[in-house]
C-alpha cells in the first residue's frame, strides 16, 4: 500500500469554497484511477468523485453534482476536488484513493489511500 499525501481542508462557512489536493507518487498516478472518498461521523464512508486514469470519464456523487469537481495534473501527479456551494451536509473527513484495473465506486476496491483531511461546514 502507498500512502498519498491530501492537503486543502479546514472551516469554512455555508455558501463557501475549499480545494483538497492529493498528491500522489509518480509511478502510481500514470496508471491509477483516482476518487475523492468522506466520512461523516456515524455514517459510512461514501464515494464523491471517481475520475480515470486518463481524465476521461467522470463521476459524482448526486448530493455534490454541479458543485463538485474533480480533475488530475499529471505534471503534478496531483488529484484535485474543488468544493463550490459549501453546505452542513459536506462535513466530514475527506480521503482520496487510487486503484488500478477496472473503475470502481466501492472503498474495499481501492488500494492506496491518502490520511484524510477534515472539511467543516458551519457559521
Known amino acids: 500500500q502507498v500512502q498519498l499525501v491530501e492537503s486543502g481542508g479546514g472551516l469554512v462557512q455555508p455558501g463557501g469554497s475549499l480545494r483538497l489536493s492529493c498528491v500522489a507518487p509518480g509511478s502510481i498516478f500514470s496508471t491509477d484511477h483516482m476518487g475523492w472518498y468522506r466520512q461523516a461521523p456515524g455514517k459510512q464512508r461514501e464515494m464523491v468523485a471517481f475520475i480515470s486514469v486518463a481524465g476521461g470519464n467522470l463521476k459524482y456523487a448526486d448530493s455534490v453534482k454541479g458543485r463538485f469537481t474533480i480533475s488530475r495534473d499529471y505534471a503534478k501527479s496531483t488529484v484535485y476536488l474543488q468544493m463550490n456551494s459549501l453546505k452542513p451536509e459536506d462535513t466530514a473527513v475527506y480521503y482520496c484513493?487510487?486503484?488500478?484495473?477496472?473503475?470502481?465506486?466501492?472503498?474495499?476496491?481501492?488500494?492506496?489511500w491518502g490520511q484524510g483531511a477534515q472539511v467543516t461546514v458551519s457559521s
Open positions: 484513493a487510487s486503484r488500478r484495473g477496472r473503475p470502481s465506486r466501492l472503498a474495499g476496491d481501492y488500494d492506496n
